[in-house]
């Protein structure tokens, strides 16, 4: 798996515009599984599990992953 980034590139790291928009992308919060991004209706938000969302829905896919930054999740593609 490599990590999803928004601003810096790595030889591990994938930047978000380069993950075509039906590949999966997973978010992790202390090294561990939460969830992941998917398309809604309503926008792009980050699924944890039922009905809950990490931080509601987004325009696009970057703002919804860097909306979840601040509570320290991490996001991975293959």
């Known amino acids: 798996m490599r990590k999803v980034i928004v601003n810096k590139h790595g030889e ?5 515009e380069d993950v075509i928009s039906t590949a999966p992308v ?5 090294g561990v599984l939460k969830g992941m ?5 309503d926008g792009w938000i980050v699924r944890i599990g039922g009905s809950a969302g990490a931080t509601g ?3 696009t896919r970057e ?5 979840c930054m601040e ?6 593609t293959e």
């Open 71 to 76: 509570y320290d999740y991490e996001f991975f």
């Open 12 to 16: 591990e790291t994938v930047h978000i």
């Open 57 to 59: 829905w987004h325009t």
């Open 63 to 67: 703002k919804c992953i860097l909306s």
């Open 37 to 41: 991004v998917v398309k809604e209706s």
């Open 26 to 30: 997973f978010a992790k919060q202390d």
